[in-house]
Structure formats: structure tokens, C-alpha cells
């Protein structure tokens, strides 16, 4: 893998090396099951520097652990089912002022270089003040972009007083930060337009070490042809289509089955969806599983499916399964929306118009029955995803963290067509 060291400006005169950078993460998320955080932090650790990770706890974890060499501090717990406002922003604010406090006592102790913050929210980066103050770089990763996530979580307009609200939120976050890092190319531009004047994209990379073929001969599916949708259950990502569309082909496609991993506000909808359409025998959902775990799931898988609404937040959010699809040489079928028609086409991916059931039950039974072609799209997909893996691109992201820390040059990556 090309690298580069990641050392801080401080230089020991005796032997003319730098010390390792310490660094710590503050993130509203479940670390094992969060493939970005992992990455950014399991490479930082694996060139010698000193990474820490404030995030949320699952029942049964303990308040702090050890993964990989990295400190997990787990300070809170969660449930991934909130469908009110309120409540979302109750938990949100008291992650921050947690964060904040815990940050607070680990930077007295550990003097950190640099802090990532990743959102949701965005006001999550103001826990990182007291680094700041005493001379810490800020880095705030958007993962998403709040106004639109929320507009289509909650059925807000865009022009609503909490939309609103929320844009400004965000601008006051990005001026906080040394540095932004957004999740597409599509939402850099808005940044920059709105919001943030330091801005780099970073895409969620797959890493090859982790999302790979399964080995010649080697299959958990026993013979069955499996969809596999892994990711969150929110409405724009559109599950519920997938179902739909699962059943409508189903009788056409003997022995196929729709497996399902995530967790989120839509599970018991879709829970009761599965049995209302009858398919309780061919279709699986079960709660999210690590990163590990799921890339073998998903090597496994014949087929992965991305079903996201085009309807607002959906249209442009980039789905990190589908790179994950590709790097597993697993052939994939994805809603054409905006974000999606920028990266991909029809020669890597198969397309069906996103919110009709009808279309992408056609596109399931299409690669269900033409399975040489299918083959042909997963080999040049697999191409393209090593083009733009976490060890081809990575080298973007410590470049950025190297420079940052140590005279302020802002290069911009991109990504390869």
C-alpha cells in the first residue's frame, strides 16, 4: 500500500525523528460497525500514531475497550430507532456535551495534534473547544448533510425554520473547523456554495484487505440465489421497494432468497411488510453485524441490491455498499439517482429507476436469468473499485492529515473515472 508517514511538526533534535501524532476521533456512531471511522483510524494506528475514539456504546459492550490498537472510549448507549425530532436532538446534544467533557480530560492528559469529529450532527465539532483553544487541528468529516438528511428523515421542507436552523448550524461548524472532509463530490459543491471555504471530498473507499471476492469454491448460501441489501433502514434508502419488487419475481426465480442487514427507524415496517407480501420463507433481516462479518456476507451474496429513493437526500447521498459490491466481484443493482449516474454506468452496474418497484423487480430478475452478463458488469466493477480503494486513495486522506498538521497545504483529491 502507498503511504505516507504521518508525523507531527514536533522533531526530537537528538535523532532528527518526529513523534507520532495523537489523534482522536468523536463520533456519534457504533465504531465496530462503522467501516469510515474504522478505516481512518485503524490506518493512522498502523503507521504508529496515537488514536483514540469517543462513540457510542451497544447493550452488553463495555464503557471502554481496545480494538486493533486503537482506544475506544464507548460513553454512551443507543437505540437506532428514534422517529422523533425531539428525541433525536435530545440524544444528539447530550452526546456532545459527554464528548466534550471526556475530550476535555483526555486532551489534558494526552496534548492531542489533531481531532476528527465526524457528524451527525454537525455541532458535534464544538465538543472539541478546549483542543482547540490549546493549539489542536479540527477536522469535521460530514458523512451527511444535515438540512437534507433531516427534510427527508422528518417530511421537513427545505424551507422550514429548522432547515434553516440547521444550514446555519452548519455554517458556524465548517468556520469552527480547520478543515472539512464531505462524503461526495455532489456535496462538496453545495459546501462550497453554502457553507464550508476548506473543503476537500473523500469518498468512503473500500479497503481491499477487508471487502474481497470469497475464495474459489468457498459459499455460505448452500445453493441459493441470495439478494443482500446492509445498511441502514431509513426511509430514503428505499428497503421497502426492494421487498415489493422481491415479491413480485420471486415465483420466477427458484430458490432465491432477500437477506437484509441493518438496523434503523424502518425495521418494524418492514418487519410487517415481509409478512403481509407473504415472505416469510425467502426473506431474512437481521441487526447490523461488524465490518468484518459483513464483508464476508456480502462476498458471498449473488446479487447486492441499492434500492434509494431519488427524493431528496437520497438523490444525492453516496451508498458506500455499492464500492463494497464491486471490491467483493459481486454484481450489483442500483437506483439511478443523481449521485449514483455521476460515478457509474451501465457497464458497471445495473440500473433501475428509482421509487418503481415494478422496474427494479425487472432489473432482479433480469440478473437472476442472465447471469453470464451480470458476471461480465461485477468483473469491470471490480476493476474500477480497486482504482478507487482505500489503498490507492488513501494516500488522499494522510497526505491531507500530514499537511494540515504540519504547514496548512489543502490539497483537493479526486476521483478516478
Given amino acids: 500500500m502507498n503511504t505516507v508517514d504521518i508525523v507531527s511538526p514536533d522533531t526530537n533534535r537528538a535523532t532528527g525523528q518526529r513523534r507520532p501524532l495523537r489523534v482522536c476521533h468523536v463520533a456519534y456512531t457504533f465504531y465496530e460497525t462503522d467501516n469510515r471511522v474504522v478505516r481512518y483510524a485503524r490506518e493512522m494506528q498502523r503507521q504508529g500514531n496515537e488514536i483514540d475514539v469517543i462513540a457510542l456504546r451497544r447493550p452488553g459492550d463495555a464503557t471502554f475497550g481496545v480494538a486493533d490498537g486503537v482506544r475506544l472510549f464507548r460513553i ?29 480530560v483526555l486532551h489534558a492528559r494526552r496534548r492531542y495534534d489533531l481531532v476528527h469529529v465526524h457528524n451527525i450532527p454537525d455541532f458535534l465539532i464544538f465538543s472539541a473547544l478546549v483542543p482547540k483553544l490549546t493549539g489542536a487541528r479540527l477536522i469535521l468529516d460530514i458523512h451527511d448533510l444535515v438540512p437534507e438528511l433531516y427534510a427527508g428523515k422528518f417530511g421537513s421542507s427545505n424551507r422550514s425554520i429548522a432547515c434553516k436552523s440547521l ?12 478543515h472539512v472532509i464531505v462524503a461526495n463530490d455532489l456535496w462538496y459543491d453545495a459546501l462550497l456554495q453554502r457553507s464550508a471555504k476548506r473543503c476537500t471530498s473523500i469518498i468512503n473507499y473500500p479497503d481491499l484487505s477487508v471487502f474481497k471476492p470469497s475464495p474459489a469454491g468457498k459459499s455460505s448460501t448452500n445453493g441459493r440465489f441470495v439478494f443482500l441489501y446492509p445498511g441502514s433502514l431509513n426511509h430514503h434508502q428505499g428497503v421497502d421497494l426492494a421487498l415489493k419488487a422481491f415479491s413480485r419475481v420471486r415465483k420466477d426465480m427458484p430458490r432465491s432468497e432477500f437477506h437484509v442487514y441493518g438496523e434503523g427507524p424502518d425495521r418494524p415496517l418492514l418487519d410487517k411488510l415481509v409478512g403481509e407480501l407473504g415472505l416469510g420463507d425467502c426473506v431474512r433481516i437481521r441487526d447490523r453485524v461488524p465490518i468484518a462479518e459483513m464483508a464476508e456476507i456480502i462476498a ?118
Fill in 76 to 104: 454512551q448507549r443507543r437505540s437506532v430507532t428514534e422517529t422523533a425530532a425531539v428525541t433525536y436532538l435530545a440524544k444528539l446534544v447530550w452526546f456532545t456535551v459527554k464528548a466534550a467533557v471526556v475530550l476535555a
Fill in 167 to 178: 444550514t446555519l448550524l452548519e455554517k458556524a461548524s465548517c468556520a469552527f473547523a480547520d
Fill in 300 to 417: 458471498s451474496a449473488s446479487v447486492g441490491v441499492v434500492p434509494k429513493r431519488a427524493d431528496g437526500f437520497g438523490n444525492e447521498a453516496f451508498s458506500t455498499k455499492t464500492l463494497e459490491f464491486m471490491a467483493s466481484n459481486v454484481p450489483v443493482i442500483v437506483s439511478r439517482t443523481r449521485v449514483d449516474s455521476h460515478y457509474f454506468n451501465s457497464t458497471l452496474v445495473r440500473f433501475f429507476e428509482p421509487g418503481d418497484d415494478r422496474d427494479l423487480a425487472a432489473a432482479m430478475l433480469d440478473t437472476f436469468q442472465n447471469r453470464e452478463a451480470a458476471r461480465l458488469r461485477a468483473d469491470s466493477a471490480q476493476r474500477f473499485a480497486i482504482q478507487n480503494s482505500w489503498q490507492q486513495r488513501g494516500r488522499d486522506y494522510l497526505n491531507l492529515i500530514d499537511t494540515l498538521v504540519a504547514n496548512g497545504v489543502e490539497p483537493r483529491p479526486f476521483f478516478n473515472a
